[in-house]
């Protein structure tokens, strides 16, 4: 049984850090991925955030956080994490942690097959 469990979210100032981070268990995935989902939006209609590749390591990251999110992993821990810095007030959001068995550059909720209950952030100005 696959398990994603996110940790690491809560109540910031804007401009301030957050750390979020994302367990897997249960089976070997090739990408990982950070979405997110505004308040008011449905979980389908999650925002692609960043992704990263288990092997290899590539990442890419939206346009609404190139320069402020980074996406790492730890592979002897199974664990990825999504640094965020100058967090603005537009970042507030449920964070889910997704996967995907196969390594893929896509940014649509439709290609992640295994996800976190999520964690919420909340950025006050």
């Known amino acids: 049984q696959v398990q994603l469990v996110e940790s690491g979210g809560g109540l910031v100032q804007a401009g301030g850090s957050l750390r979020l981070s994302c367990t897997i268990s249960?089976?070997?995935?090739?990408?990982m991925a950070w979405f997110r989902r505004a308040p008011g939006k449905e979980r389908e209609f999650s925002e692609f955030?960043?992704?990263?590749?288990?092997?290899?390591?590539?990442?890419a990251h939206a346009d609404s956080v190139k320069g402020r999110f980074t996406i790492s992993r730890d592979n002897a821990k199974n664990t990825v994490y999504l640094q965020m810095n100058s967090l603005k007030p537009e970042d507030t959001a449920v964070y889910y942690c997704?996967?995907?068995?196969?390594?893929?550059?896509?940014?649509?909720?439709?290609?992640?097959?295994?996800w976190g209950p999520g964690t919420q952030v909340t950025v006050s100005s």
């Open positions: 249960g089976r070997t995935v090739r990408t």
């Open positions: 997704a996967a995907r068995d196969l390594a893929t550059t896509s940014t649509s909720y439709a290609a992640y097959k295994y």
């Open positions: 955030v960043s992704y990263i590749w288990w092997s290899g390591g590539i990442t």
